[in-house]
């Protein structure tokens, strides 16, 4: 799934694009994941925003909510360079196209009043995103103290850090010497992983992310490669319901106090 730092990359492209330009025509199926779309037909886009993985289209009194899902993207192009597995498509003034792209089918699309949210959405409870000055050591420690949740889990957590997801969480524990599986995160420990979690993703927005730009992770999805601290093969291991990838031995589990 695209997380901040490649959402913040697809919002960077598109606005400078996309500002000023008029919808014409919306096509979209009649889907539960996409509400009320046939709305934004006439409206100008003022501008792209972003609130951890969401992105915003303004459109005056009326806001496009996007959710990319695991696969979905936007991309702009003309109508007879449609891209396969496009579920919604968008046509913009000057014969141009925005398109929707989502293979998994598992992003949403919401028209909503302007300012206000869908009552079903996460959006609601977000917490602060890393970079956000909200989100300071205090704060991180005062939201994971006493929890039992795995640290892979609470970094998973949108209502504890918006815009990080399975990446930016197995390489934020790796920075910070974390196994994914630890639970009663010592104050020391949350100090170390919101040092990482911050320097993780100033990297990343700087490089663009990484399918969108440059940044290469140093444990995601190199299961069985050697780590690049110690050589050690990185290992994997399912936690909260997804696949984290660490460091056995720079990331000790002995004290992971987990089953």
Not at 3 to 11: A, D, G, K, N, T
Not at 18 to 38: K, T, W
Not at 132 to 154: N, Q
Request: glycine share 10%.
């Amino acid at each position: 799934m695209p997380e901040l730092p490649e959402v913040e990359s697809l919002r960077r492209q598109l606005e400078p694009r996309l500002a000023g330009r008029r919808i014409q025509a919306v096509e979209a199926p009649d889907s539960p994941r996409f509400h009320d779309l046939g709305l934004a037909v006439g409206r100008r886009i003022a501008g792209i925003d972003r609130r951890g993985k969401f992105l915003f289209l303004r459109l005056g009194d009326r806001d496009l909510l996007i959710h990319l899902g695991l696969t979905g993207w936007l991309c702009l192009g003309p109508a007879d360079r449609r891209p396969p597995h496009v579920r919604a498509e968008w046509l913009l003034d000057g014969g141009e196209r925005l398109y929707f792209e989502d293979p998994r089918r598992l992003g949403r699309l919401y028209m909503v009043p302007a300012g206000k949210l869908p009552a079903s959405e996460t959006l609601r409870r977000l917490g602060p995103e890393p970079l956000d000055p909200r989100f300071t050591v205090d704060y991180l420690a005062s939201r994971i103290a006493g929890m039992m949740a795995p640290a892979k889990a609470l970094l998973l957590d949108q209502a504890i850090a918006a815009g990080v997801g399975n990446i930016y969480s197995d390489e934020a524990l790796f920075r910070a010497r974390v196994h994914p599986a630890r639970r009663r995160l010592s104050t020391s420990e949350a100090a170390a992983i919101h040092a990482a979690i911050q320097e993780v993703m100033r990297e990343s927005l700087a490089a663009g992310g990484i399918e969108t730009g440059t940044f290469v992770p140093r444990v995601h999805r190199r299961g069985g490669k050697p780590c690049p601290e110690c050589g050690m093969p990185v290992a994997s291991r399912r936690i909260a319901g997804r696949t984290a990838y660490f460091c056995p031995r720079c990331q000790p589990a002995d004290y992971a106090n987990s089953p």
